[in-house]
């Protein structure tokens, strides 16, 4: 009979970690992580997604609600397991990433590749099991809100805990991003030496000069800098990426400016949040059902911040093995370490057609295979593949939030750093005042937006006059911006060349799912 699967975790991402994490999930991780007695005999990846056999699934519920009547402290030791594992892996990566010139030298390579290896299965686990505990402790929410303050408000209350922290790690980022500029805008000595350098002689010169800082512009790569490099064909965020940003910001921006960008809405206070005074173990399990909800060890997202950050340590890696950097992402851990033992070399030929045309992994018990497609594949909604293009008539690059304006009176919905989407530029369009009705006279608000991309127009449109009088990053003549990206969504907009892209760092709001979903 055929076996019936069901998405655990969702993330577009090469052989490697694919296959990493399906050997994870067997019982041997599953009691290393979790302590349980338990192991997933059926997984599969394919087409971005994590699946685990709906008997597999159905096991591992009972378990987990078996165990939490049994033990009501499982939740927590499980956050803390996951969150212990979690920070295992990142120090592990960021060792690797920092341990000097290893190249030559595959014992030492080996080691590191095993070590790095062996952390990313034993956070496996948390992948397929996250889902589980967070709907026991959610359901244990609802009914200790029922005690509390009655069964008609629990519903209720449960969406708005965890609706409070549901910014995506793609707007943390751009937060935490306008944070480093905005310290950098109230020192004078650091704002001169980003303004007045390139961006790579400012990073080493800021290793010396500031150091404190230039360790916080590092922990930002670490901590984001997967995010971008989980589009297809960019390289994840690097120390001069991030300074180039900063320095567009501050040539547009004042501090106070900054700061809108910057800082978040303060945040209600649990009790203004409920609508009461929670008990202490009613306030224990909105936190837990709030970290499992939101914290990487519990999503596929801690796998793919490790592997960005040990990204120069994989270089040395397919350097000793005599391939490209691609080509080791896109081999198994099985292949990598048989030429890293020196016990045969890496299958070149099999490995580019997987990077041609894509691949999928199933495991039944220890048997794991690694399969490639016979052709291309079409194209995967929700993807992160497809990149807008259009003409560059003001330079720069900045990441930011779109806003859809189709009118002037809709650019008062702009904050600080938005990326502006428009369909036209002329002031004719659907009967109605553009959002860029002239040189001197553009609505009030423009001068908020981090970028401008339109869906028509050219060098003399009023987008990009305008642009270029604001010294906004404008790509213009995109033809499907509007159709295409949605209110919400983090966008890269590279206008550094004539022709200019507009590239998702993240699924649409609207249609993404939940890591753990």
Same mark, same amino acid.
């Given at each position: 009979?055929?076996?019936?699967?069901?998405?655990?975790?969702?993330?577009?991402?090469?052989?490697? =970690?694919?296959?990493?994490?399906?050997?994870?999930?067997?019982?041997r991780y599953f009691q290393e992580a979790t302590g349980w007695d338990f192991g997933v005999q059926h997984h599969k990846y394919e087409s971005g997604g994590h699946y685990i056999s709906d008997e597999d699934l159905e096991s591992l519920g009972r378990l987990v609600s078996e165990k939490l009547q049994s033990d009501s402290d499982l939740w927590t030791n499980y956050v803390s397991r996951?969150?212990?594992?979690?920070?295992?892996?990142?120090?592990?990566?960021? *060792?690797?990433?920092?341990?000097?010139?290893?190249?030559?030298?595959?014992?030492? =390579?080996?080691?590191?590749?095993?070590?790095?290896?062996?952390?990313?299965?034993?956070?496996?686990?948390?992948?397929?099991?996250?889902?589980?505990?967070?709907?026991?402790?959610?359901?244990?929410?609802?009914?200790? #809100?029922?005690?509390?303050?009655?069964?008609?408000?629990?519903?209720? #209350?449960?969406?708005?805990?965890?609706?409070?922290?549901?910014?995506?790690?793609?707007?943390?980022?751009?937060?935490?991003?306008?944070?480093?500029?905005?310290?950098?805008?109230?020192?004078?000595?650091?704002?001169?030496?980003?303004?007045?350098?390139?961006?790579?002689?400012?990073?080493?010169?800021?290793?010396?000069?500031?150091?404190?800082?230039?360790?916080?512009?590092?922990?930002?790569?670490?901590?984001?800098? /997967?995010?971008?490099?989980?589009?297809?064909?960019?390289?994840?965020?690097?120390?001069?990426?991030?300074?180039?940003?900063?320095?567009?910001?501050?040539?547009? /921006?004042?501090?106070?400016?900054?700061?809108?960008?910057?800082?978040?809405?303060?945040?209600?206070?649990?009790?203004?949040?409920?609508?009461?005074?929670?008990?202490?173990?009613?306030?224990?399990?909105?936190?837990?059902?709030?970290?499992?909800?939101?914290?990487?060890?519990?999503?596929?997202?801690?796998?793919?911040?490790?592997?960005?950050?040990?990204?120069?340590?994989?270089?040395?890696?397919?350097?000793?093995?005599?391939?490209?950097?691609?080509?080791?992402?896109?081999?198994?851990?099985?292949?990598?370490?048989?030429?890293?033992?020196?016990?045969?070399?890496?299958? #070149? *030929?099999?490995?580019?057609?997987?990077?041609?045309?894509?691949? /999928?992994?199933?495991?039944?018990g220890d048997d794991l295979r690694l399969n490639t497609l016979e052709a291309p594949p079409g194209d995967r909604e929700g993807a992160q593949t497809a990149t807008i293009t259009g003409q560059t008539v003001c330079r720069g690059r900045a990441v930011g939030t779109v806003r859809l304006i189709f009118g002037a009176t809709e650019v008062v919905k702009l904050e600080v750093g938005d990326?502006?989407?428009?369909?036209?530029?002329?002031?004719?369009?659907?009967?109605?005042?553009?959002?860029?009705?002239?040189?001197?006279?553009?609505?009030?608000? =423009?001068?908020?937006?981090?970028?401008?991309?339109?869906?028509?127009?050219?060098?003399?449109?009023?987008?990009?006059?305008?642009?270029?009088?604001?010294?906004?990053?404008?790509?213009?003549?995109?033809?499907?911006?509007?159709?295409?990206?949605?209110?919400?969504?983090?966008?890269?907009?590279?206008?550094?060349?004539?022709?200019?892209?507009?590239?998702?760092?993240?699924? *649409?709001?609207?249609?993404?799912? *939940?890591?753990?979903?």
């Amino acid at each position: 009979m055929a076996v019936k699967y069901s998405k655990v975790a969702e993330a577009e991402h090469p052989v490697l =970690l694919a296959t990493l994490i399906s050997a994870g999930l067997q019982g041997r991780y599953f009691q290393e992580a979790t302590g349980w007695d338990f192991g997933v005999q059926h997984h599969k990846y394919e087409s971005g997604g994590h699946y685990i056999s709906d008997e597999d699934l159905e096991s591992l519920g009972r378990l987990v609600s078996e165990k939490l009547q049994s033990d009501s402290d499982l939740w927590t030791n499980y956050v803390s397991r996951g969150k212990s594992k979690g920070s295992d892996l990142i120090a592990t990566a960021r *060792s690797l990433a920092t341990g000097g010139d290893q190249a030559g030298n595959p014992k030492e =390579l080996k080691e590191g590749f095993t070590a790095l290896a062996e952390a990313t299965m034993q956070m496996a686990p948390f992948l397929a099991a996250s889902r589980l505990v967070r709907a026991e402790v959610e359901s244990l929410v609802t009914s200790a #809100i029922n005690q509390e303050a009655g069964e008609e408000q629990a519903r209720d #209350i449960v969406a708005r805990v965890l609706g409070a922290e549901g910014e995506s790690e793609a707007v943390r980022e751009i937060r935490n991003c306008y944070r480093l500029a905005l310290e950098i805008a109230e020192s004078d000595e650091a704002k001169e030496l980003v303004l007045d350098k390139l961006p790579a002689t400012a990073v080493s010169q800021m290793e010396n000069q500031f150091p404190d800082l230039y360790e916080r512009l590092r922990d930002h790569v670490d901590e984001y800098g /997967w995010i971008r490099g989980q589009v297809q064909g960019l390289d994840p965020l690097s120390m001069r990426d991030l300074v180039e940003r900063i320095q567009g910001i501050l040539l547009r /921006w004042k501090p106070a400016m900054i700061r809108q960008a910057a800082e978040r809405d303060p945040q209600l206070k649990l009790d203004d949040l409920l609508g009461f005074s929670p008990s202490e173990s009613l306030e224990r399990l909105i936190w837990g059902l709030k970290e499992l909800a939101t914290e990487r060890p519990f999503h596929i997202d801690v796998h793919l911040q490790a592997f960005g950050i040990a990204r120069q340590f994989f270089a040395k890696v397919a350097e000793a093995v005599g391939c490209g950097p691609e080509q080791l992402a896109y081999s198994s851990a099985e292949e990598i370490m048989r030429a890293l033992s020196e016990e045969g070399e890496l299958p #070149i *030929s099999e490995i580019d057609r997987r990077i041609q045309n894509s691949f /999928w992994v199933e495991r039944s018990g220890d048997d794991l295979r690694l399969n490639t497609l016979e052709a291309p594949p079409g194209d995967r909604e929700g993807a992160q593949t497809a990149t807008i293009t259009g003409q560059t008539v003001c330079r720069g690059r900045a990441v930011g939030t779109v806003r859809l304006i189709f009118g002037a009176t809709e650019v008062v919905k702009l904050e600080v750093g938005d990326v502006l989407v428009s369909e036209a530029s002329t002031p004719d369009k659907m009967g109605t005042e553009s959002a860029f009705p002239g040189r001197t006279d553009a609505p009030l608000g =423009l001068e908020k937006a981090g970028a401008i991309v339109t869906d028509e127009g050219g060098l003399l449109s009023h987008a990009a006059i305008i642009s270029r009088e604001l010294g906004v990053p404008c790509v213009v003549g995109t033809e499907r911006a509007t159709s295409t990206l949605v209110d919400g969504q983090v966008v890269e907009v590279d206008a550094t060349k004539g022709t200019g892209r507009v590239i998702a760092w993240e699924r *649409s709001p609207e249609v993404a799912e *939940s890591p753990s979903d």
